[in-house]
């Protein structure tokens, strides 16, 4: 009998004492693929060209589809250190692939703050909250989850605006 299987053989790192959490109950994230797919927003977004945001991250978003054979397909877009350019038409509607499964975007600039790029001007500091008014707004064009990653969540708003946190110690359990 594994007395650390709770914790994916390594009880410093993770802790569910009572035996409950194997697995988030999340589909995507719960699949290694999948999981791997929206982790990379975060994990590989670039640096700003912005020189008054010198430091910072630009935002990067994915739609994943699956193809007739089952395969992953991957699109990628991006932005800039506060937004995400979620594909759209003419009358700004955001365009989601046929067979969409999901479509993530990184939050890399949780915390920090953020500067005009025209005259150099404080504008504010990146939320730390999560998902906002924006990310909703996208998330209900939508007919599949968008999962916004931070620094130490991951957090899913489905198409009807519900929000659901993800800690990332869990997600990443092996």
């Known amino acids: 009998m594994n007395l650390y299987a709770y914790a994916g053989n390594n009880p410093i790192a ?19 693929t999948r999981k791997q797919i929206i982790e990379n927003t975060y994990n590989t977004a670039p640096a700003t060209a912005d020189p008054q945001n010198k430091g910072l991250k630009n935002e990067q978003g994915v739609w994943a589809s699956q193809d007739p054979n089952g395969s992953i397909l991957v699109s990628q877009f ?16 955001i365009i989601q692939p046929a067979n969409a499964l999901f479509s993530a975007h990184s939050h890399p600039n949780e915390g920090l703050n953020y500067y005009d790029p025209q005259n150099g001007k404080p504008l504010g500091r990146f939320s730390t909250t999560g998902p906002g008014v924006a990310d909703k707004t996208i998330a209900k064009e939508q007919t599949v989850p968008m ?28």
Do not use: M
């Open 147 to 174: 999962y916004v990653v931070g620094a130490n969540k991951i957090w899913r708003v489905d198409p009807n605006g519900t929000v659901t946190a993800f800690d990332k110690k869990l997600v990443d359990k092996p």
């Open 14 to 32: 993770y802790d569910d004492p009572f035996g409950l959490v194997c697995c988030t109950g999340d589909k995507n994230l719960d699949d290694p």
């Open 78 to 93: 991006s932005g800039n250190p506060g937004q995400t350019f979620y594909p759209a038409d003419n009358n700004n509607k």
